[in-house]
């Protein structure tokens, strides 16, 4: 697997099993069949495309908005990244890391120091519809 032959979801599973479960390039490469090089490439080229010129993370310099709608697509709605960042002129790349970004807070935030998990009894976790955020932002600014 290497360039392009890694899914959305690949590359996501990447990572994740790099940033929440602290495994090493060689760990993932072991556990998902490719070569330790192959996960050392693609894991550069998606942190490549999520940091700017100016150095400030890509997620930062979105709006509420338009970071849930792209979650909403893409996990949501099975959009291809590739796809669903057309239209904020976003790379394939570049989705991903901001989805992993929000995965990753979303993460933190629900679990005690260092040991993220990725659902929190409290949470309604996966059990609102597609979009149930846009009604509420389209409130939110017309007040």
Same mark, same amino acid.
Request: proline letters at 2%; glycine letters at 14%.
């Given at each position: =697997?290497?360039?392009?032959?890694?899914?959305?979801?690949?590359?996501?599973?990447?990572?994740?099993?790099?940033? #929440?479960?602290?495994?090493? #390039?060689?760990?993932?490469?072991?556990? $998902?069949?490719? *070569?330790?090089?192959?996960?050392?490439?693609?894991?550069?080229? @998606?942190?490549? #495309? $999520?940091?700017? *010129?100016?150095?400030?993370?890509?997620?930062?310099?979105? *709006?509420?908005?338009?970071?849930?709608?792209?979650?909403?697509?893409?996990?949501?709605?099975? *959009?291809?990244?590739?796809?669903?960042?057309?239209?904020?002129?976003?790379?394939?790349?570049?989705? @991903? !890391?901001?989805?992993?970004? $929000?995965? =990753?807070?979303?993460?933190?935030?629900? !679990? &005690?120091? !260092?040991? &993220?998990?990725?659902?929190? &009894?409290?949470?309604?976790?996966?059990?609102?519809?597609?979009?149930?955020?846009?009604?509420?932002?389209?409130?939110?600014? #017309?007040?």
């Amino acid at each position: =697997m290497s360039g392009g032959g890694w899914s959305d979801a690949e590359l996501l599973g990447l990572l994740w099993r790099r940033d #929440a479960l602290r495994q090493t #390039a060689a760990q993932v490469a072991l556990i $998902v069949g490719a *070569t330790r090089s192959a996960v050392c490439g693609a894991l550069h080229r @998606l942190d490549q #495309a $999520v940091v700017g *010129t100016s150095g400030a993370d890509l997620a930062d310099r979105l *709006t509420d908005g338009q970071l849930l709608a792209l979650l909403d697509e893409v996990q949501g709605r099975g *959009t291809a990244a590739d796809v669903a960042g057309r239209r904020l002129n976003l790379s394939r790349l570049q989705v @991903l !890391g901001v989805i992993h970004a $929000v995965r =990753m807070d979303l993460a933190r935030s629900n !679990g &005690p120091a !260092g040991a &993220p998990r990725a659902s929190h &009894p409290g949470n309604r976790n996966g059990d609102l519809s597609l979009g149930w955020w846009a009604d509420g932002l389209a409130r939110r600014a #017309a007040a």
